[in-house]
């Protein structure tokens, strides 16, 4: 059983342009949903997270948006830049609920193009 | 300040060997999880400590066990490797458990059973 699905493997965007990444899931339970980025040979660096009590939160380029009726989050980033390039996860969180472990879908490979 | 800190980076081991994993927190994180990474798919849970104690366990087999020490670094252990137990272990640490803190993760270790 999936609960976070990501659905695209990949995506490329012109530097400059938004890159929208997509996360859908299934459990309503999370209280949070996180977004963490993994360049190769390191780990995953967090980058922006999101109430679930909330649909938008905004830190710089990096915005994530979360609609709760369609069980779907997206992040956006604008403007993408070469240093972006990279796998990017998507997070359910159930700590609050004292269920330990973050649900991660399967990662998103953004390649942003000079 | 220093990160999450695994060791060793690489590790190369044979089928039915034993292996132990170590990791240190970020000053001041007293909760560790572990994740495992295998090649196309996101970060699996294993295991979570919070002072000492184990708070949560993934769906892994008894061979796999962990600890975590009084100044709250960690150990995962392996027992009878199989091929399949090839992959990126990677060691996260945050403040309380609760959804707030998002888990920082280590660089891994990168297991190789031949």
């Known amino acids: 059983d999936q609960q976070v699905k990501q659905n695209s493997p990949s995506l490329s965007v012109q530097e400059g342009r938004i890159s929208i990444l997509n996360c859908d899931y299934t459990?309503?339970?999370?209280?949070?949903f996180l977004w963490y980025k993994k360049y190769p040979a390191e780990g995953p660096t967090f980058l922006i997270s999101i109430s679930s009590i909330k649909d938008k939160n905004e830190d710089g380029r990096f915005t994530v948006f979360l609609n709760k009726s369609a069980k779907h989050l997206s992040l956006h980033i604008v403007p993408s830049q070469p240093g972006d390039s990279a796998v990017y996860f998507c997070?359910?969180?159930?700590?609050?609920?004292?269920?330990?472990?973050?649900?991660f879908g399967k990662g998103t490979r953004l390649s942003v193009i000079a | 300040d220093a990160g999450v800190t695994q060791s060793p980076t690489h590790l190369i081991k044979t089928r039915g060997q034993q292996v132990t994993l170590r990791c240190s927190p970020i000053?001041?994180?007293?909760?560790v999880s572990w994740y495992q990474q295998v090649l196309g798919q996101g970060p699996q849970f294993i295991f979570q400590y919070y002072e000492k104690e184990e708070r949560g366990r993934g769906n892994f087999p008894d061979r796999f066990s962990a600890r975590q020490f009084p100044n709250y670094s960690s150990e995962l252990n392996v027992n009878a490797l199989l091929l399949g137990d090839s992959a990126l272990y990677l060691c996260?640490?945050?403040?309380?458990?609760?959804?707030?803190?998002?888990?920082?993760f280590g660089n891994g270790t990168r297991l190789t059973v031949t």
């Open positions: 996260a640490s945050s403040l309380p458990t609760g959804g707030k803190s998002p888990l920082h």
């Open positions: 997070a359910g969180d159930r700590r609050n609920s004292g269920n330990t472990p973050l649900v």
């Open positions: 000053s001041g994180h007293k909760s």
């Open positions: 459990n309503s339970m999370f209280d949070y």
